[in-house]
């Protein structure tokens, strides 16, 4: 180990502002699915950032685009158009109908142009959300988060929310009525934080229809399901649903910072120069990278997707202490008979990273790479049934 390395790391540790309970963990390297700490210690990385790392670590195609671009133009600002910009919104479109984007750096900003193209396009100020739902930081992506525990110490919250329970058509039609007159009903399609829940088919068509009805948006929050993470590159084809607006971040830039808002039909008309910004939105080294990236989500990839997924909750099925598997594609939660902290702990000993997700203290997260093979999957299966015997 470098040894400058280790005291610079030892002292940062103290002031660093305390927002995450960090594992006593410092990774240094990653290639594929895996990670190497400043030991020297491998793990596989069962994680992937939270949803971030799809094509897994340094992907060649991806690093490739990044680093040619970190060669000719690193910023230009929104005064102007940038080639790495427009290539990447014109991919993006085609993907999502025609979508316009709105370039900017995090899901939650992602979530705050949605909140705000919703408001100005429907001239409406009511919006729709789950309860355990999660949706970002910012107050505006907090204010439609349904997990009060996270509000605490920080409202008044952005005024005007309602919560509907997931999967329930009649809590939702009671949370759109006071007046009708709602902005947006925005989904996760699979609640991520809220515990790896996917809403069901009939539930997101009865949203759409609501919407529909009262004139309200359909958002949907993709920002962890989207980019291959389910088996289609956005998770609302797979339910059949045309959404109004689409949030993406996380695995949009494989670990470079960006977030996208889509927003598909008239909506778009809404919005004019000065309604909204970012100084980094569009950023060009993050843009080149993300075109690489939703290039990479090919039909073999999603088939990958798809059969590891399968593969991971038939093996996570077969455990003994795993009481209940859900998720759609690579975004799986087992139910675990324990408290998941210290399954997570004894995982990374082991050498594998794993999440903990939702409110319920036993529900152990796996988003592995989209990349992730057979072996790999096996041999995370092999980890957890030592782990949990
Ligand atoms: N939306 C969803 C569905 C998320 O899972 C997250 C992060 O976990 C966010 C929004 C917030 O994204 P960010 O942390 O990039 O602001």
């Known amino acids: 180990m470098n040894r400058e390395h280790e005291v610079v790391s030892a002292t940062g540790r103290d002031v660093l502002l305390p927002t995450y ?40 195609g991806v690093t490739a685009a990044a680093h040619a671009q970190l060669d000719a133009l690193w910023h230009a600002s929104n005064l102007y158009w940038t080639e790495p910009m427009l290539a990447l919104a014109e991919l993006l479109s085609d993907k999502a109908g025609g979508a316009h984007a709105f370039f900017c750096s995090s899901g939650a ?28 930081r910012t107050l505006g ?9 996270k509000w605490e110490g920080f409202g008044p919250l952005v005024p005007g929310v309602t919560f509907a329970r997931a999967n329930d058509v009649e ?13 947006a009903i925005v989904l996760e399609p699979v609640l991520g934080e809220g515990g790896v829940v996917p809403l069901d088919e009939g539930f997101v068509h009865a949203a759409e229809e609501i919407a529909r009805e009262v004139g309200a948006l359909l958002w949907l929050d993709e920002v962890q399901t989207g980019i291959g993470r389910t ?41 004019g120069p000065g309604d909204h910004g970012a100084t980094f939105g569009g950023n060009p080294v993050a843009c080149a990278a993300a075109s690489a990236v939703v290039r990479a989500v090919d039909d073999a990839l999603l088939e990958n997707v798809v059969a590891r997924g399968a593969q991971l909750r038939d093996g996570l099925s077969a455990l003994p202490a795993v009481e209940e598997v859900r998720g ?17 702990e ?44």
């Not at 992506?141 to 525990?149: F, H």
């Not at 809590?171 to 902005?183: I, K, R, T």
């Not at 999440?355 to 072996?375: D, I, K």
Request: with cysteine; charged share 20%; glycine share 14%.
């Open 21 to 60: 309970a960090r594992a006593d963990l410092t990774i240094v390297r990653g290639k594929g699915c895996r990670v190497w700490d400043d030991e020297g210690h491998a793990y596989l990385d069962f994680g992937a950032g939270i949803a971030v790392t799809g094509l897994g670590h340094r992907h060649p």
């Open 109 to 136: 900003e992602a979530n705050e142009a949605a909140l705000k193209v919703a408001r100005k396009a429907t001239g409406r100020t009511r919006l729709v959300a789950l309860e355990d739902s999660f949706h970002g």
């Open 141 to 149: 992506a907090l204010s439609v988060t349904g997990q009060p525990a």
């Open 171 to 183: 809590s939702l039609e009671a949370a759109v009525s006071p007046g009708g007159d709602g902005a």
């Open 231 to 271: 088996g289609t590159f956005f998770a609302y084809e797979q339910l059949g649903l045309e959404p109004d607006l689409v949030t993406l971040a996380k695995s949009l830039g494989n670990g470079l910072p960006i977030g996208a808002l889509l927003v598909r039909g008239d909506a778009a008309e809404a919005i």
């Open 328 to 344: 759609r594609g690579l975004m799986i939660a087992a139910v675990l008979d324990r408290e998941v902290g210290p399954v997570v």
């Open 346 to 389: 004894a995982s990374r000993d082991e050498g594998l990273l794993v999440l903990t997700a939702g409110p319920a203290p036993g529900v152990l997260r796996l988003l592995p790479p989209l990349v992730v093979s057979e072996a790999e999957v096996d041999r995370a299966l092999e980890i957890l049934a030592g782990v949990l015997a």
